[in-house]
């Protein structure tokens, strides 16, 4: 007997809770396939190179080295710097999309003439392509001729006139925020939709202020989304590379810091080891920040 017959038999004999469950296996098959393939092998992959050191020349293999690369970052000042503008960058930004998009969503809660087409514009920081978006803000804070710099700085004085913004974290912060505020403002108004009228009724029957209003009824039913889009900016905005390389280069983050180490100075040793320490540093923060709400 062959091994498709015997096999055939051997389906035929199973139940069909057991072929179903073999059904399952099978359909799922390729999209775990998929992400092995494109997900598994480069991280195993990176994992090795991280303790090697990676020839110029293909045809040469890789040589190990061990923890010399991790030990070499831990002394770099270069890679300190973009730690800590990583994780400045990422929480202020991360806060300020998130509040103005509450901010926003707050807004369109109430009817008003043309919110329709308020709502398409509100998202288009968040659809514009990236590359625009960028050159625009580069434009209009150029320190010669930009507009934000003739208001700003030449009509109010906020700041020294001839000043370029465009190279401080701060200004990235501010556009990062402006970029994604959409993404949270779409979220936290399909929940504020979602919350019963009768709660606010009941509310004001009670005599409960606006503010009151807020903060016992809005805000605990808004908690998780808020946390989820924390959450989820938060681990995109860790591993950022095309927004501040767009925006400027003079703001060194742990993103553009592995594309000039592995790419400029063709270190991809410790450009591995640095991403490796990047996953790390997620993984242990999206733990403690997943315990921390679900017991909140």
């Not at 959409?182 to 939709?193: G, T, V």
């Amino acid at each position: 007997m062959s091994v498709i017959s015997q096999t055939k038999q051997r389906y035929d004999n199973l139940t069909i809770k057991q072929k179903e469950v073999y059904l399952g296996y099978a359909l799922i098959l390729p999209s775990v396939l998929l992400v092995a393939i494109t997900l598994v092998y480069p991280l195993l992959y990176n994992f090795y190179l991280s303790f090697t050191e990676v020839p110029l020349t293909p045809a040469e293999s890789p040589e190990w080295i061990g923890l010399e690369n991790y030990m070499t970052l831990i002394s770099d000042p270069d890679f300190l710097v973009a730690l800590r503008n990583t994780f400045i960058f990422t929480l202020f930004s991360d806060i300020g999309a998130t509040v103005i998009g509450l901010g926003v969503a707050l807004l369109f809660t109430k009817e008003f003439f043309g919110r329709r087409l308020a709502r398409g514009v509100v998202l288009l920081p968040y659809i514009a392509p990236l590359i625009a978006s960028a050159f625009v803000w580069q434009w209009i804070w150029d320190p010669t001729y930009g507009v934000g710099q003739f208001f700003f700085a030449d009509l109010l004085g906020l700041y020294d006139s001839g000043t370029d913004l465009r190279n401080s974290l701060t200004m990235v912060i501010v556009f990062e925020s402006w970029r994604y505020f959409p993404f949270a403002f779409l979220l936290i108004l399909a929940r504020l939709q979602s919350i019963p009228d009768e709660l606010y009724e009941a509310a004001k029957v009670d005599g409960a202020s606006r503010w009151a209003r807020f903060r016992d009824i809005t805000l605990p039913e808004l908690k998780y989304v808020i946390a989820t889009v924390f959450l989820i900016r938060w681990i995109w905005n860790f591993n950022v590379f095309a927004d501040v390389w767009l925006f400027t280069r003079d703001v060194p983050v742990l993103g553009v810091f592995v594309y000039q180490t592995g790419f400029n100075q063709f270190e991809q040793g410790i450009a591995a080891a640095t991403s490796m320490i990047m996953l790390v540093f997620l993984m242990l923060f999206v733990a403690i920040y997943v315990t921390w709400v679900i017991e909140w």
